[in-house]
């Protein structure tokens, strides 16, 4: 009787495979309803930024334009996640199928629930335990990440409970599809076939349903991804020394940036401090606030790239925080926490500095939810990375502590170079020789301010200096302009460049953004026709 016992188990291995399916397909709607609904953290988002912190720089970004950018690196991983996980609850299922169908074989008279033995249920039992003790070990570091913005104890003890609710549901689910599948009909009932069939038909259907209402899901969270908008620039023609809020350039490592609940929301200023303190947003409110004009910008922003925006940001002073915790002696570094599970880390002086900000307002409003509602850091002279957005904790630490992009390698100096930009006009038209020509653009040198700016229009030979439209502050971009008339047909290469309140000049020496930012000349070519 071996080929027909052999054949009885591929047929229960089926039937787990299919009840894995659609427990995997009931966990994956219950994580994307409790990731819209409470902004607890899918596997995909744990498991992406967890990897995505190991990868080298190099080999991130030739990730990034092997698969033809961020957004769509993002789609991948996360895609990939959901897949291997259907693939693994899959697979899950049909070792349930294969344990059932062993024991059935090996003790006939032995009374199986449902369908199911007491062996073959205690080892699936402890399998799923066991994977989500690994999943939580696996994703350890990333899992503070909670996207109403918990602070971080009660945001990891959620995404622990998430991930044991998500594992306990697709184990439910599968045990009870499975015993659905396999029950044996009554004896004597001639209605084996057809219910059998049946009973697939119902399954393929609950599973299809499962499917529809998850990919109902998944489109709703598409919607509010970050694929409409990240990397957008703050570019062209018509800029404003201060960027309007719905124009400030945008950049986020996440799917789906957070929605942080206000009244949830805590900053705990904590790590190497005598007295730890945690605010809410009325507290932080409440305190003396300060306007400051700052000017942010990727580390990934190319020399002719528009990831670059200026605003006046409202908030508290770092320094006020940290002096009421109390840091002890031996502090060097604050090693800050968001709500994306997000962190970064600066010297400790800079936190000190008074121009280092918790932001609440931006350009007098509300802080937008993209920008970092509740709160943002604010740290002048230092590259976007470091203006941690929903930030819920900062951390003193008394080693130095790495931040999600410096993990991967980018740094370890994080200080904005002196960079300039040619914003206009648009030179892909050719000039007509005599006509007044006004080049402009903007010129920005972190927290050290912008002196002068020089325009060459013969191949760096010659340097003119150009008029300051709008001259900024320290911590602020410049405006630039240049009257030219070139008199003579041909091809000019122009080249812009600046010199910051310290009176250092902007470096000539091209580098690309990985891993220190770009820096050289702002170069272009003009056409001038006859
Ligand atoms: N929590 C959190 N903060 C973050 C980021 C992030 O992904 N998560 N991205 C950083 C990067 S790389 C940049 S350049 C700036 C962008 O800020 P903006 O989108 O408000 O312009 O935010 C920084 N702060
Ligand atoms: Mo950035």
């Known amino acids: 009787m071996e080929p027909s016992g052999r054949r009885v188990a591929a047929a229960s291995v089926l039937t787990g495979a299919a009840a894995g399916l659609v427990g995997g397909l009931a966990m994956s709607l219950l994580m994307l309803t409790l990731r819209l609904l409470l902004g607890v953290a899918t596997t995909s988002e744990l498991l992406g930024d967890r990897i995505a912190a190991m990868l080298p720089v190099d080999f991130f970004l030739s990730l990034l334009s092997f698969f033809g950018g961020y957004n769509?690196?993002?789609?991948?991983?996360?895609?990939?996640?959901?897949?291997?996980?259907?693939?693994?609850?899959?697979?899950?299922?049909?070792?349930?199928?294969?344990?059932?169908?062993?024991?059935?074989?090996?003790?006939?008279?032995?009374?199986?629930?449902?369908?199911?033995?007491?062996?073959?249920?205690?080892?699936?039992?402890?399998?799923?335990?066991?994977?989500?003790?690994?999943?939580?070990?696996?994703?350890?570091?990333?899992?503070?990440?909670?996207?109403?913005?918990?602070?971080?104890?009660?945001?990891?003890?959620?995404?622990?409970?998430?991930?044991?609710?998500?594992?306990?549901?697709?184990?439910?689910?599968?045990?009870?599809?499975?015993?659905?599948?396999?029950?044996?009909?009554?004896?004597?009932?001639?209605?084996?076939?057809?219910?059998r069939t049946r009973r697939w038909v119902l399954a393929g259907g609950a599973g299809l349903v499962l499917a529809a209402v998850s990919g109902g899901l998944l489109k709703r969270l598409f919607e509010m991804a970050t694929f409409s908008y990240d990397g957008t620039q703050y570019s062209g023609s018509n800029l404003e020394p201060i960027t309007p809020n719905d124009r400030f350039y945008q950049v986020t490592k996440n799917l789906i940036d957070p929605i942080v609940n206000g009244g949830l929301w805590r900053l705990e200023v904590s790590g190497h401090v005598d007295r730890p303190a945690t605010y809410d947003l009325a507290a932080?409110?409440?305190?003396?606030?300060?306007?400051?004009?700052?000017?942010?910008?990727?580390?990934?922003?190319?020399?002719?790239?528009?990831?670059?925006?200026?605003?006046?940001?409202?908030?508290?002073?770092?320094?006020?925080?940290?002096?009421?915790?109390?840091?002890?002696?031996?502090?060097?570094?604050?090693?800050?926490?968001?709500?994306?599970?997000?962190?970064?880390?600066?010297?400790?002086?800079?936190?000190?500095?008074?121009?280092?900000?918790?932001?609440?307002?931006?350009?007098?409003?509300?802080?937008?939810?993209?920008?970092?509602?509740?709160?943002?850091?604010?740290?002048?002279?230092?590259?976007?990375?470091?203006?941690?957005?929903?930030?819920?904790?900062?951390?003193?630490?008394?080693?130095?502590?790495?931040?999600?992009?410096?993990?991967?390698?980018?740094?370890?100096?994080?200080?904005?170079?002196?960079?300039?930009?040619?914003?206009?006009p648009d030179l892909g038209q050719s000039i007509a020789a005599g006509s007044a020509v006004r080049l402009h653009g903007v010129a920005f040198g972190g927290d050290r301010g912008v002196r002068q700016v020089e325009v060459s229009t013969d191949g760096q030979r010659t340097w003119q200096t150009a008029e300051l439209t709008y001259p900024g502050t320290m911590l602020t971009w410049a405006f630039w302009t240049y009257g030219w008339r070139p008199q003579r047909a041909g091809s000019y290469k122009l080249a812009v460049r600046m010199t910051d309140g310290t009176g250092q000049q902007q470096t000539a020496e091209r580098r690309g953004t990985a891993p220190q930012g770009a820096t050289g000349y702002a170069l272009a070519t003009a056409t001038v026709r006859a």
């Not at 003890?157 to 659905?180: E, Q, R």
């Not at 000017?295 to 002073?317: F, K, Q």
């Open 72 to 195: 769509q690196l993002k789609q991948l991983g996360a895609g990939s996640v959901l897949a291997g996980q259907l693939a693994a609850a899959m697979a899950g299922g049909a070792l349930l199928g294969y344990l059932v169908a062993r024991e059935r074989r090996a003790r006939p008279e032995a009374v199986l629930t449902a369908g199911i033995g007491i062996r073959p249920l205690r080892v699936v039992i402890g399998l799923t335990i066991g994977a989500w003790i690994l999943l939580v070990a696996a994703l350890w570091p990333t899992l503070a990440t909670e996207y109403a913005g918990l602070p971080s104890g009660p945001a990891t003890l959620v995404s622990i409970i998430g991930l044991g609710v998500d594992l306990g549901a697709y184990l439910a689910v599968t045990l009870l599809a499975f015993a659905w599948l396999s029950r044996t009909p009554a004896r004597g009932s001639d209605a084996a076939g057809p219910t």
């Open 284 to 424: 932080i409110e409440a305190m003396t606030s300060v306007e400051q004009e700052t000017t942010l910008m990727c580390i990934s922003n190319p020399i002719d790239w528009g990831l670059m925006s200026n605003a006046v940001w409202t908030g508290v002073p770092m320094a006020r925080l940290l002096e009421t915790v109390a840091p002890r002696a031996g502090a060097v570094e604050v090693l800050c926490h968001a709500a994306d599970g997000y962190t970064d880390s600066f010297a400790f002086e800079k936190a000190m500095d008074p121009t280092t900000l918790v932001a609440y307002r931006m350009n007098g409003k509300t802080l937008p939810q993209h920008h970092g509602f509740p709160a943002r850091l604010i740290v002048p002279g230092m590259y976007g990375e470091k203006n941690v957005k929903w930030v819920t904790r900062i951390e003193v630490v008394d080693q130095p502590a790495k931040g999600f992009y410096e993990q991967q390698g980018w740094g370890p100096n994080f200080e904005v170079p002196n960079r300039t930009r040619i914003d206009g």
